[in-house]
């Protein structure tokens, strides 16, 4: 019990959630968290999500209800009935599940959600990440606390193995529901939970394995620091794009290029996440070679001694809004606009349309997906570019944004 009251960490929410499937491991996450808060200031809810995939899931769910209630812990269900037999079901089912309990947590009141995940988990998480050749960020595995959408989301279990937990249901006289998919070796975690059993000769056993995440951890952590101390050194945030002193940035060790690469990509995009490494990799090569590319909608290129990573225009040009809207996720206008005026991007018509664009001294592919004001077709203003006097623009989560989001890389 103490192993799951450390991991909450010294502070405590007000209120915690608790995602109850009715398996092994989350019934025993209620139970532990019920028994080490008892004497806390804390309020419990259970959650459960009713994916439909199964005829006894419904039942289930009922049955975590009644264990939730005996326990004193109100509890939702929660359904989802959004599975169309296309795709990853497992990686829907996941999306689905957290957008579920993010949403419920909100109408809760909920600042903290409680999963259980284990050790286990953790190592076949490893597994399946080294098979995708992952590099420090991604061999980190789950980390103990984290942000998802504004709900803080704990991971108390992380340093219990399943066979601890069971052997903790026993010896409480609890029961559990099996879920049959956890034995199909269609998914790819079953595969690696069944060749980490095979390693245990080696030494190669879930906790070894959550080691080597901690350890890892610690060794993307100063990557990040190294690629934000580098970003304050050598990048400014010009037009809402990304310009890095080239000579600086050609001399950097690749990985940290590489972060800051990605960092820019991820911040200009908008798709709160990195890129994948190798596409990354594979462009930072080709701008070493004196190269270009493009990625996730941005374009990386090197002009006149800064290398820039800016907004594509092909990601942008159907792209608009009303004036008073919020342009790709990031830009405002501010000043008047003419009724029925809207925010799109420059283009390369809209241009050569700019005779002062020269005198913002940025390359004309970084000018072309910027924001423009338009209005039925015709050109009205594009302050980035100079022309127009009838307003500004703001740009939303600016460079703090891009260096912090290197530290969470």
């Known amino acids: 019990m103490s192993v799951v009251r450390s991991a909450l960490g010294p502070e405590l929410?007000?209120?915690?959630?608790?995602?109850?499937?009715?398996?092994?491991?989350?019934v025993a996450l209620l139970h532990l968290l019920q028994r080490c808060l008892a004497r806390a200031p804390v309020r419990l809810f259970a959650v459960t999500v009713d994916h439909g995939l199964r005829p006894e899931a419904a039942q289930e769910a009922e049955e975590a209800g009644r264990l939730s209630e005996t326990l004193g812990i109100p509890h939702d269900i929660l359904r989802w009935r959004g599975w169309d037999g296309q795709g990853n079901l497992q990686d829907r089912a996941r999306q689905a599940r957290y957008g579920l309990m993010t949403d419920w947590a909100r109408r809760r009141g909920v600042s903290?959600?409680?999963?259980?995940?284990?050790?286990?988990?953790?190592?076949?998480?490893l597994l399946m990440r080294l098979g995708r050749s992952a590099g420090p960020a991604g061999l980190r595995g789950m980390a103990g606390q984290s942000l998802r959408d504004g709900l803080l989301l704990l991971r108390p279990l992380l340093g219990l193995t399943r066979a601890d937990l069971r052997a903790y249901l026993r010896r409480q006289g609890l029961g559990w529901a099996e879920d049959p998919s956890n034995e199909d070796e269609h998914y790819t975690r079953v595969r690696a939970r069944a060749v980490l059993a095979e390693l245990a000769p080696l030494g190669i056993t879930a906790q070894s394995l959550g080691d080597v995440a901690d350890n890892m951890a610690r060794v993307d952590q100063a990557l990040g620091w190294a690629a934000f101390q580098a970003a304050g050194e050598l990048a400014q945030i010009r037009a809402g794009a990304v310009a890095f002193e080239a000579r600086g940035f050609i001399l950097l060790p690749e990985e940290i290029a590489r972060r800051l690469i990605a960092g820019a990509i991820g911040w200009i995009g908008g798709a709160g996440y990195p890129p994948r490494r190798a596409p990354v990799a594979q462009l930072l090569a080709d701008l070493r070679q004196g190269?270009?590319?493009?990625?996730?909608?941005?374009?990386?290129?090197?002009?006149?001694?800064?290398?820039?990573?800016?907004?594509?225009?092909?990601?942008?040009?159907?792209?608009r809004v009303p004036a008073t809207g919020l342009w790709d996720g990031r830009w405002h206008f501010l000043g008047r606009a003419p009724e029925g005026a809207e925010i799109a991007a420059l283009g390369p018509e809209g241009l050569a349309q700019c005779p002062d664009r020269r005198a913002s001294g940025l390359p004309g592919a970084v000018l072309e997906g910027t924001p423009a004001l338009w209005l039925r077709g015709r050109l009205i203003a594009a302050p980035l570019a100079g022309m127009g006097q009838s307003g500004t623009l703001r740009l939303e989560n600016g460079a703090a944004g891009f260096r912090a989001g290197l530290l969470s890389h």
Request: proline share 2%; glycine share 16%; with cysteine.
């Open 112 to 125: 903290a959600l409680a999963l259980g995940h284990t050790a286990d988990d953790q190592a076949e998480t």
């Open 291 to 319: 190269g270009a590319g493009a990625l996730c909608g941005c374009r990386v290129m090197i002009r006149r001694g800064t290398v820039w990573v800016c907004r594509e225009y092909n990601a942008v040009r159907d792209h």
């Open 13 to 26: 929410p007000e209120s915690l959630g608790i995602a109850l499937s009715g398996g092994g491991d989350s």
